[in-house]
């Protein structure tokens, strides 16, 4: 079975690299190049891993100019990247 998202891309960004793209205008407001460029809507969405230091980014169509440099990943490709210790803590037993 195909997966649909096909056209959909992700990467994995330091956070920190995203928290310096603010930017705040007094006429246009505040915005980050990331989440403006990504399907993401804030940096509240974004999914991080364990320790807090990268973050998971998704976009369909053409890679955005900022991630460019990013290693990318098809759906499959990111579903065995989440599924590392990285990415899901350890479960324990109750």
Excluded: F
């Excluded at 369909?60 to 499959?76: F, I, K, Q, W």
């Amino acid at each position: 079975m195909a997966s649909k998202y096909t056209n959909r891309t992700w990467a994995i960004v330091p956070l920190a690299d995203i928290e310096a793209a603010d930017v705040v205008d007094e006429e246009l407001g505040a915005s980050n190049i990331y989440i403006d460029s990504c399907l993401q809507n804030s940096k509240d969405t974004l999914r991080l891993s364990v320790d807090g230091t990268q973050a998971l980014l998704k976009w369909e169509g053409e890679t955005p100019e900022v991630l460019a440099s990013a290693n990318t990943y098809t759906h499959s490709e990111i579903l065995a990247e989440l599924a590392k210790p990285e990415w899901t803590p350890p479960t324990t037993p109750e």
